[in-house]
């Protein structure tokens, strides 16, 4: 099983950008699906994207798809996530989340282990 601590968090103006990172620590982390999950106040957290084992394949919700980027990097143990053009709606907590293999589609929860999440504030 893997640990995951986010950074990277913090206030901008629209139209700014950040990029978070996930540093993970444990076994195998290339043997895991890594996702960026958010949660805004009042609303219920919801997949942002995620990034296939080697990095090959990704997904993205709708609402980011253009201005988000996920990647990783395995010899680091590391995923980050390259946030471009940031709305206001894009504020919430930020987590990092990893998911074992386990016969569903690839990206789709439930997801195993978490981080503790990373504020991302995003000011008009």
């Known amino acids: 099983q893997v640990q995951l601590v986010e950074s990277g968090g913090g206030l901008v103006q629209a139209g700014g950008s950040l990029r978070l990172s996930c540093a993970a620590s444990?076994?195998?982390?290339?043997?895991?699906?890594m996702g960026w999950f958010r949660q805004a106040p009042g609303k219920e957290r919801e997949l942002v994207a995620a990034v296939t084992w080697r990095g090959y394949s990704s997904y993205y919700t709708d609402s980011v798809k253009g201005r988000f980027t996920i990647s990783r990097d395995n010899a680091k143990s590391t995923v980050y996530l390259q946030m471009n053009s940031l709305k206001p709606e894009d504020t919430a907590v930020y987590y990092c989340?990893?998911?074992?293999?386990?016969?569903?589609?690839?990206?789709?929860?439930?997801?195993?282990?978490w981080g503790q999440g990373t504020q991302v504030t995003v000011s008009s």
């Open positions: 989340a990893a998911k074992s293999p386990d016969g569903s589609l690839w990206y789709k929860p439930p997801y195993n282990t």
């Open positions: 444990g076994r195998a982390f290339d043997s895991y699906v």
